[in-house]
């Protein structure tokens, strides 16, 4: 066992005083925010959670850092994102806080990405990280009945 240690431990300084690996590989895939039915005579806001997952694999890697950016949607503005169906349109945000705070954006229109660190261990290569995505619509928007839908470019940037 001594022995063992005695080369893994300076397995472990290389891997962290060298660069950073380059057999590296993200993925990143979503679970989608669905409101549900939208009352517009609701004084309360309709809220939702979705979800962003990141899933990183290295050859020889200690830490992976990445960082997931949200598009502005079909309105092109992420601080007034919108939900349409046909010329209708409906008010809605996306955040990276549960107590809906923090826009989650791409850096422009007073969204951010948000940033996250993947920790790898040698025998446990690759790992997962699940974001949550809080959405809210709004209350009293007068809008007409319909299916209202918007869709969100994801970068990943790792």
């Known amino acids: 066992m001594r022995r063992i240690a005695c080369l893994i431990l300076p397995a472990f300084a290389a891997l962290l005083g060298g660069p950073p690996a380059a057999a590296q590989v993200c993925t990143v895939s979503t679970a989608g925010t669905a409101f549900g039915v939208y009352d517009p005579f609701a004084a309360a806001p309709t809220d939702s ?3 962003v997952t990141v899933q990183c694999q290295a050859a020889v890697a200690i830490g992976i850092s990445y960082s997931v950016a949200l598009g502005p949607g079909g309105s092109g503005n992420g601080a007034a994102r919108l939900l349409r169906s046909g010329d209708s349109s409906l008010g809605y945000q996306l955040y990276s806080d549960a107590a809906r705070t923090q ?4 850096g422009t229109g007073g969204g951010r990405a948000v940033s996250g660190l993947l920790l790898l261990t040698l ?9 949550p995505v809080y959405g809210r619509i709004a209350a009293r ?18």
Request: charged share 10%; net charge negative; proline share 0%.
């Open 141 to 158: 928007q007068n809008v007409a009945a319909g299916s209202y839908v918007d869709t969100i470019q994801v970068l990943l940037t790792y």
């Open 123 to 131: 025998g446990r290569l690759s790992l997962l990280n699940s974001l």
């Open 103 to 106: 826009v989650w954006g791409d």
């Open 49 to 51: 959670v979705g979800s």
